[in-house]
């Protein structure tokens, strides 16, 4: 019996966990349907018109959805070793937080109460995230963006350092009947600048702090570019890393052939060095195409 449960704990920990099975991919891909559902049905009940007419389908179709994420959860905590350790990660209680809501309704009575508690349903959206771990190219752009976050951090810096100055000078330029009361009101003023935002709700009215702000956002159009660039260069280099291998042509010693590939493209050697070329030619045999010098 121990061997029934053990096999059974071990097929749903494959389709719930893994993603690398017909069956994993379509648990996953109808688990995200279930989440946007029922994420955008919390957002529907949310209007006060549609409440009002369909209030009553949506709360059938609340306790659906709870259910069935209970259910869910169970089943993952079921086929895991040390349950408490997954209820006690970040995903594990927005697990719990995702049908908390609906479950606390039956203890506390009357829909005013819970509107708070109940926003919290939303997060439901978040479990998106976890299956993402589960997919290559997912996996891939994380990997990318924790390489580059010192650049990123970098630019952070950088443009705190911009804002910071820019904040400052306009604050001495600018009248306070302007709206440049404080530094930090400057600050803010900089911040939406350098953006391109432009909210309006603060401008300069001097020529110089005019100047000023026309430089900030040809500087926020010259700048903005930066981190998308930096990911993206990431992302390419993670793409040449799964496509290309590292591996060094044994005949010429050049590098960038595909994981796959059996013979370098630049030299025609054979490239695997622990296996025989099957195509090679025997030992004393003279190559029928071979170059011969003219006469």
């Known amino acids: 019996m121990q061997s029934g449960d053990s096999s059974l704990r071990k097929w749903l920990f494959q389709i719930i966990f893994e ?57 993952r905590l079921y086929c895991l070793e040390r349950p408490w350790r997954y209820l006690r990660s970040f995903y594990g209680i927005l697990d719990v937080l995702a049908i908390l809501p609906t479950w606390l ?75 440049f009361t404080s530094m930090p009101r400057s600050m803010y003023w900089a911040i939406v600048t350098l953006t391109t935002v432009g909210y309006g709700d603060i401008a300069p009215v001097t020529p110089l702090g005019q100047f000023i702000s026309a430089f900030m956002m040809i500087l926020g159009y010259s700048i903005i570019a930066v981190p998308t660039g930096v990911f993206s ?33 630049f030299c025609g050697t054979w490239l695997n060095e622990e296996t025989p070329d099957p195509n090679a030619r025997n030992e004393g045999e003279t190559p029928a195409n071979d170059d011969q010098p003219s006469h």
């Open 19 to 75: 993603s690398d099975t017909p069956q994993a991919k379509a648990f996953d891909i109808a688990l995200i349907t279930l989440i946007l559902v029922s994420v955008g049905t919390v957002f529907l009940d949310s209007v006060p018109g549609l409440h009002e007419r369909f209030g009553d389908i949506f709360y059938v179709m609340e306790w659906g959805f709870t259910l069935i994420f209970t259910l869910e959860l169970a089943l």
């Open 233 to 265: 260069a990431e992302v390419i280099r993670s793409i040449q890393r799964e496509r290309y291998s590292e591996e060094a042509c044994p005949g010429c010693g050049r590098e960038g052939h595909e994981r796959d590939a059996r013979y370098c493209r």
């Open 105 to 179: 309704s039956l203890l506390i009575p009357g829909a005013q109460s819970l509107l708070v508690v109940r926003v919290l349903r939303v997060l439901r959206v978040f479990r998106v995230l976890r299956l993402m771990e589960f997919v290559g190219e997912g996996r891939m752009l994380m990997q990318a963006l924790q390489r580059s976050q010192r650049k990123i951090l970098l630019f952070l810096t950088t443009i705190l350092l911009i804002i910071t100055i820019f904040g400052s000078v306009i604050y001495m330029i600018e009248p306070p009947e302007a709206g």
